[in-house]
C-alpha cells in the first residue's frame, strides 16, 4: 500500500451509480459499448507529446480508422 491506497485487482463496473467488482469479459464488454456508443464527432483523443512517436501515432490510427473521428490533438504544438 502506497500513499493510503490499495491497488485494484481487479476490474470494477459502476451499476446504479454503485462500484462492484465484475469479470474481466463483462468489463471489457462494457468499455467495447462505451466506445461504440460514441464513435464519430462524439469521440475525441487527447495524446501526450511524452509519448514516443509510435504512440502517438497509433493514437491517431485509433481515433480516425476504429472511431471514425478526426477529433485529435496533443500537447506537441504548445
Known sequence: ?????KRLTQPMVKDGGVLRTASWDEALERAAKGF??????AFGLFSCSK????????AQ???RVVMGSNNID????T
Open 61 to 63: 490510427k485509433f481515433a
Open 51 to 58: 509519448s514516443t512517436n509510435e504512440m502517438n501515432f497509433m
Open 74 to 77: 496533443s500537447c506537441n504544438r
Open 36 to 41: 461504440e456508443a460514441h464513435r464519430g464527432t
Open 1 to 5: 500500500m502506497r500513499n493510503g491506497y
